[in-house]
């Protein structure tokens, strides 16, 4: 999977980070390793990891096969100084249970999956922690 979109990088601030992502099945398990240029610790990796992960869970249903692994190979990988406060305050912060993703298990086709076929069961989160994109 390639997430540049050639025609339109001279339009955009910046390159996109995360690019390529490769899906392998072994042991009828399927696994995503993600590829990014750059990476935001604060803002871009959590949501980067959450939107993988949920694209490798769909195409292991669609594709029959059981859930594997997801791997991420990151390049820059940084905190940007004007979010080292939040940063701080998160790392002070008792992790919470983790809560679990249920897909709608009739969904048999990608572009099929709606939003109304996931559901996110036992969620809980700290306050809001926010923080300005730097560009």
């Excluded at 940084?78 to 709608?104: A, D, F, G, M, W």
Aim: aromatic fraction near 8%.
């Amino acid at each position: 999977l390639n997430a540049w979109n050639v025609r339109d990088l001279e339009n955009m601030s910046l390159s996109p980070c995360h690019f390529a992502a490769q899906f392998y099945v072994q042991d009828d398990r399927l696994s995503c390793m993600v590829y990014q240029r750059s990476v935001d610790v604060f803002l871009g990796l959590p949501f980067n990891i959450a939107s993988y992960a949920l694209l490798t869970m769909m195409l292991a249903q669609v594709c029959n096969k059981e859930l594997g692994d997801l791997i991420m190979s990151l390049g820059d990988t940084h905190i940007y100084s004007n979010h080292i406060e939040q940063v701080e305050e998160q790392l002070r912060r008792e992790p919470l249970q983790c809560p679990k993703v249920i897909l709608n298990k009739d969904v048999k086709d990608i572009d099929a999956f709606r939003y109304k076929d996931i559901t996110l069961v036992d969620y809980q989160s700290h306050g809001k922690l926010s923080a300005p994109i730097a560009v």
